[in-house]
């Protein structure tokens, strides 16, 4: 089964710095799907980036990057620039690429980012 | 608003009875997820349908718990003689798909269930 952790309840940044939320995973698989969810407070859940694992080159969206490391199964999202909306739980996902896997998403537990201003 | 719409937004029930929450999903969205979120943690997958067929539940989903889509649009979740542990946010997504292809899961807002 696969699993994904965030080993960071909690991080905190100042408004206009930089941040890197972390994430591990684990998987039997080649072919997998990863992201990341934002779920700001009383909110739905939106997508701020997906990294597919056939891909090398690191996925990028706008002030949102991430720093994808298949052989160590790590994944990181780098937020620049912090503004005060980014303030939310982030959440990393795993999701297969197999057509025998179904296609739901497998979170970890979220880390809250606090921006201060 | 064309997005993923649940209803109701908050539920309060007394142990024992028993709750249906409906999913709307986005029109032309075939594939419907259900997904549990307790305090402090991340979404958990329930069940899955691809337009009205059950494809796939979780072992979460005790035999308290049914879900349907019928004619493939929305959804019901209905869980019967509810326990306190069952207290959670209940959150629905839905996306296009066929075969491999990665297509985006929009959520909705989640019913927030209480069982006292």
């Known amino acids: 089964a696969q699993t994904v952790t965030q080993s960071q309840p909690e991080m905190s940044v100042q408004e206009a710095e930089t941040v890197t939320l972390s994430c591990t995973y684990d998987t039997s698989e080649s072919d997998y799907y990863l992201f990341w969810y934002k779920q700001p407070p009383s909110r739905q859940m939106i997508l701020v980036i997906r990294q597919e694992a056939y891909k090398q080159q690191n996925a990028t969206e706008n002030r949102f990057s991430v720093n994808f490391q298949k052989a160590a199964k790590s994944f990181s999202l780098k937020i620049s620039d912090s503004q005060l909306g980014d303030a939310a739980m982030y959440f990393c996902?795993?999701?297969?690429?197999?057509?025998?896997?179904?296609?739901?998403?497998?979170f970890g537990s979220g880390t809250q980012l606090t921006v201060l201003p | 608003d064309t997005g993923v719409s649940q209803n109701p937004r908050h539920k309060i029930t007394k142990r024992g009875q028993n709750v249906t929450f409906r999913c709307d999903p986005i029109s032309e969205h075939n594939r419907l997820y259900w997904y549990r979120q307790t305090l402090g943690q991340g979404p958990e997958f329930l069940t899955y349908f691809q337009n009205e067929a059950q494809l796939e539940k979780s072992r979460l989903l005790s035999d308290r718990f049914s879900a349907e889509r019928p004619k493939g649009s929305f959804s019901t979740l209905e869980i019967q003689r509810t326990e306190q542990g069952d207290s959670a946010m209940y959150l629905c997504a839905s996306s296009l798909g066929a075969g491999t292809s990665y297509n985006e899961q929009f959520f909705g807002p989640g019913t927030r269930l209480t069982v006292l």
């Open positions: 996902a795993y999701r297969a690429f197999s057509s025998g896997s179904a296609r739901q998403l497998t």
